[in-house]
């Protein structure tokens, strides 16, 4: 998905002392990234060492879930990741993609005729996954889908008023334009022992250029 992690693996070379750093491909964007690192910044400060946050951070990036729905895909062309031909069909039909991440890879999800139900789809898939410990919404103009997003999940979550609310990174958001959001969520305590089918981190992006590879055959 992006050529960071080998450009870390190589700066990790470069220098003396590189046993004491350990580099992690999470498989993830935006805050499924960023939950993953909160949880194990977490663990550091409780006294986890090296070894045992290197492996909390593998063990929740593979829990990870990522979602995606996009409202505009003009600038998704103007980034070069669709053609004409993609944006002329999906304007025409008015279609809205969704889409996710399998492990580190783009995949369909599905595709709604409205921005709003795009919105409530996701939504539902999140409550599905039943009670969360961490949820993020993010965006990259303000838009009132985010707070409404953000203020209906809030329940979920066992100590209210923790949603972080905040702004896209200006790469995503760049592509995405205007209205771009993203979400994300963890089911479990980041100290339970994790199982196979367990989510730990959920993400939904909305307008988000990383998964526009996926968006002709979604389409």
């Given at each position: 998905m992006s050529g960071t992690f080998n450009s870390a693996i190589q700066a990790r070379d470069s220098l003396e002392g590189k046993n004491k750093i350990e580099v992690i491909d999470t498989g993830q964007v935006s805050m499924g990234i960023g939950l993953v690192v909160k949880a194990c910044a977490e663990a550091a400060i409780g006294g986890a060492t090296l070894?045992?946050?290197?492996?909390?951070?593998?063990?929740?990036?593979m829990k990870a879930e990522c979602f995606a729905a996009i409202d505009n895909i003009e600038y998704l062309r103007?980034?070069?990741?669709?053609?004409?031909?993609?944006?002329?069909?999906?304007?025409?039909?008015?279609?809205?993609?969704?889409?996710?991440?399998?492990?580190?890879?783009?995949?369909?999800?599905?595709?709604?005729?409205t921005f709003t139900k795009?919105?409530?789809?996701?939504?539902n898939i999140i409550r599905d996954y039943g009670s969360v410990e961490a949820l993020s919404v993010m965006y990259s103009t303000p838009t009132p889908f985010a707070e409404k997003l953000s203020n209906s999940l809030d329940e979920l979550l066992p100590k209210k008023g923790s949603v972080i609310l905040t702004r896209l990174g200006p790469v995503i958001g760049a592509h995405g334009g205007p209205g771009a959001m993203d979400c994300n969520d963890s089911k479990i305590k980041?100290?339970?022992?994790?199982?196979?089918?367990?989510?730990?981190?959920?993400?939904?992006?909305?307008n988000i250029y990383t998964y526009a590879s996926s968006l002709m055959k979604t389409l």
């Open positions: 070894d045992e946050v290197a492996n909390l951070s593998k063990e929740l990036s103007r980034g070069g990741r669709i053609g004409r031909a993609a944006e002329f069909i999906g304007t025409l039909l008015k279609l809205k993609p969704m889409i996710t991440l399998n492990d580190g890879l783009v995949d369909k999800l599905g595709r709604a005729r795009a919105v409530a789809s996701l939504e980041v100290n339970c022992c994790l199982e196979k089918k367990t989510v730990w981190g959920l993400s939904i992006d909305m």
